[in-house]
């Protein structure tokens, strides 16, 4: 077997899009909400388009920020070949100025989780809050960090993803290893990506990491007080209930007052 190490996913987007590409469930709920916006959307985090794509395929308004440029090349690429034109922007969600506010700002698939640190976090708050119209909304999802979840996952590898290769039809295996840091909230993820080659062995495994931070349900309403936010909602998953239960996608949604 062949091993390649990335230091991260999110340089290389022929990875990204290999492993994350097939994941729809908050692709309508996002879309749905850039065309009721009524006015500019910014997705930030944008990645290569797995969102914003389908977004601009919808007649939205919309413009992208991404702190990689080579997930912009490819999201340009993609987005061309079908006949869009988006505007996209290289920039850090902690510190971006554009040329224009938005009604809706989105942040997609807990991209906010990749800021570790506190100030981080409010810097990012206070920025994201800075880039919206008066009245305009800021929406992002994040993970609940349920304990039970936590204490039956902790250190013990996982197989996450099954799923044949777009282009081959090969399987792919996705593998996981999460280590708990309870104590400061970070998770650190131990991935290896298997593409089986044509008689059905292993033949190339990618390996990275990458960290998160989570942020509790209070803890966030504090951090969105803090970053100038007035008013704020939270529902589940992306069906606009209410959140009930740890093991639920927290939905946030901040107004600029």
């Known amino acids: 077997m062949m091993f390649a190490t990335a230091r991260t996913p999110y340089v290389d987007p022929d990875l990204y899009d290999l ?14 909400l850039g065309k009721a916006a009524q006015g500019p959307v910014l ?5 290569t388009g797995r969102v914003l794509i389908p977004t601009l395929a919808a007649g939205v308004d919309a413009d992208g920020l991404d702190l990689e440029p080579a997930m912009l090349a490819a999201l340009e690429r993609k987005a061309r070949a079908r006949g869009l034109t988006p505007r996209l922007h290289a920039g850090d969600m902690r510190d971006f100025t554009l040329p224009r506010r938005y ?3 989105t942040v997609p698939f807990r991209a906010f ?32 960090p349920s304990w039970d979840y936590i204490a039956a996952h902790d250190g013990k590898p996982q197989t996450t993803l099954e799923f044949p290769h777009p282009e081959t039809g090969l399987p792919v295996a996705v ?10 909230q970070i998770v650190r993820v131990e991935r290896e990506v298997v593409e089986s080659d044509a008689r059905g062995y292993a033949g190339t495994a990618h390996r990275y990491e990458f960290t998160l931070r989570w942020i509790f349900r209070f803890e966030m309403e504090l951090l969105l ?9 939270l529902t ?3 069906d606009g209930q209410p959140f009930e239960k740890d093991t639920e996608e927290m939905v ?4 600029r007052d």
Do not use: I
């Open 19 to 32: 492993v994350y590409s097939t994941y729809t469930p908050d692709v309508d709920f996002y879309v749905e």
């Open 43 to 47: 997705e930030v985090g944008c990645g």
């Open 103 to 105: 009604r809706l700002v």
């Open 113 to 144: 989780l990749h800021l570790l640190t506190t100030e981080d976090q409010l810097q990012a708050l206070r920025c994201l809050r800075k880039g919206l119209e008066p009245g305009g909304a800021l929406v992002m999802d994040l993970f609940y």
């Open 175 to 184: 593998h996981d290893t999460p280590r708990f840091d309870r104590v400061n």
């Open 225 to 233: 007080r803090a970053a100038g936010f007035l008013r704020w909602s």
């Open 236 to 238: 589940r998953g992306f």
């Open 252 to 255: 946030w949604t901040a107004w």
